[in-house]
Every structure is written in structure tokens, then in C-alpha cells.
């Protein structure tokens, strides 16, 4: 397995990658919710959705522990549901 360091190198390109391609974070987790509220036909809110990619996450590492992608996609999503939290405190600093 790699180095921690190395990982979390990973994410942050990872995620500088998906927000030139997606846009920021927040904003695209604001998206999500809405058509998951809308489809649901109850309000989710984006710090929900984060969670919930999160537990996407925990599920696939459950039965495969050692698997690097869902390692790095699970420290990036709790990147991204820290920004969310600190966004809606007033707190935003980016990614």
C-alpha cells in the first residue's frame, strides 16, 4: 500500500481535477440535492448527500478493504462534506 502522504497528494489532485470538470464541490452537492429531494420527494440536504457518497464508500471498502480508488474517493468526499459544513458556518476556504 502506499504511503499516506502519497494518498492525500492523490485526493487533492483528485479533487482539483473534478472541480475543473464539475465545478466547485459545494455547489454540485447543492445540484445533487436538489434532484435527489426532487426524486425522493423529500428534502436532502448537501451535507446529507456527502454523507451518503461516504457510506457509498464504507459499503465497497467493507468488502474490499484494501481497494486504493475507494480509499481515496472516501478521504475526498469527507474533504468535501468539511467544506460543505464550513461553507454553511460562514468558514469557506476552498478545498
Known sequence: MKRTEEILDEVQLILTDRGNIYGNAGENHRRISELWSGYLDTYISPEQVSMCMLLVKVARLSQSSDHED???????????????????RGENDGI
Do not use: T
Open 70 to 88: 475507494s480509499l481515496r474517493d472516501l478521504l475526498g468526499y469527507g474533504i468535501i462534506y468539511h467544506q460543505i459544513v464550513r461553507e454553511m
